[in-house]
């Protein structure tokens, strides 16, 4: 019972990190794609927006990964807490 509580916590974590990210990344893509006008023409506009793109995608990748993972119940019974430490990783990696 113990473990499936963890696992339960680990996986919406994941998910509602995962669904953020995603809305995010919309959000980011509708503003930055109504204010393209503007910055038409400055290449650090859109490197910025790539960075932003690529980091976004790579760490929902991860965060559904590690939400799918901890579905797996012998992951949930040996794993984890490697699990939990990726999660962390992925969540204060993306914080500036």
Request: charged share 15%.
């Amino acid at each position: 019972m113990f473990f499936l509580q963890r696992q339960r916590s680990l996986v919406i974590v994941n998910m509602i990190d995962f669904v953020i990210k995603m809305v995010t990344l919309t959000l980011t893509l509708t503003i930055y794609g109504v204010a393209t006008d503007d910055y038409e023409n400055n290449p650090r506009f859109k490197g910025h927006l790539r960075d932003i793109i690529i980091w976004t995608v790579t760490s929902a990748s991860c965060n559904g990964l590690i939400g799918a993972l901890a579905l797996w119940p012998r992951f949930a019974n040996l794993y984890l807490h490697w699990g939990a430490l990726a999660t962390w990783v992925v969540l204060f990696s993306q914080g500036e």
